[in-house]
């Protein structure tokens, strides 16, 4: 899991409820990314942020949110706009020029009361 | 479609066996392959990354191989170990102008070592 932790490692959600999922890391990367990770499909891409304070949609941004306030942290909130939440979420960080080169977080697996 | 197949979906072997994985992709331009190990519950770990020159590379008991012509990568384990349980993950990074990749990943091969 490389210098990049995520909390908590579960977390319930209820109907109609806002949560947030926190990654931070200590590999001085700039460049950060969330996946969600679903049973027989490869990891597909949230969001990602090259740059404090910028980050850009990935392939299934709809019903998540997120902020890059530090280089360290890139905190993803799941919104009560997202029908079907429940999933293994994963957190990388890489240096921006070196994409290819990611290293993820342990995991949070979020579940839907 | 810029896709990864794995195949199989799953595998058991028995320990002390070796067992080969298969990863088929149709990323195009193609920039570099990378082999995931990812315990349950846990992220994943690279393996070995191969760009397009390169048609093998070790890391201890795992051997990947990488066939650009037919866009084929393999993961060879050998002398499996109950430790090698895990999920394999194979990833092509697709290469766009500006120097910025992007990441197609498969499903993975979920491998169960057996006493």
């Known amino acids: 899991d490389g210098g990049i932790t995520q909390s908590p490692k579960y977390l319930f959600r209820k109907e109609g409820q806002n949560v947030t999922l926190s990654c931070e890391q200590n590999l001085n990367h700039d460049a950060m990314y969330w996946y969600r990770q679903d049973p027989g499909q490869g990891l597909r891409l949230i969001y990602y942020?090259?740059?404090?304070?910028?980050?850009q949609k990935g392939d299934i941004a709809e019903g998540y949110s997120v902020s890059r306030e530090k280089k360290e942290s890139f905190p993803l909130t799941v919104t009560s706009a997202q029908k079907n939440p429940t999933a293994f979420y994963l957190c990388?960080?890489?240096?921006?020029?070196?994409?290819?080169?990611?290293?993820f977080g342990p995991g949070t697996r979020l579940l839907v009361l | 479609k810029n896709q990864v197949e794995q195949s199989p979906q799953s595998l058991i072997i028995l320990e002390g066996k070796n067992c080969t994985l298969q990863c088929n992709y149709t990323v195009s331009p193609f920039s570099n392959l990378r082999w995931y190990k990812q315990d349950t519950g846990r992220g994943p770990v690279s393996l070995t990354i191969?760009?397009?020159?390169?048609n093998t590379k070790s890391n201890g008991r795992y051997t990947a191989t990488l066939d650009a012509d037919t866009k084929q990568s393999s993961l060879h384990i050998t002398a499996s170990q109950l430790s090698d349980s895990a999920s394999y993950i194979c990833?092509?990074?697709?290469?766009?102008?500006?120097?910025?990749?992007?990441?197609?990943f498969g499903a993975g091969t979920r491998l169960a070592v057996h006493p």
């Open positions: 942020s090259q740059i404090v304070n910028d980050f």
């Open positions: 191969m760009t397009f020159s390169e």
């Open positions: 990833v092509v990074s697709r290469s766009f102008s500006g120097g910025y990749n992007k990441l197609i």
């Open positions: 990388a960080s890489s240096f921006p020029d070196r994409v290819e080169t990611q290293y």
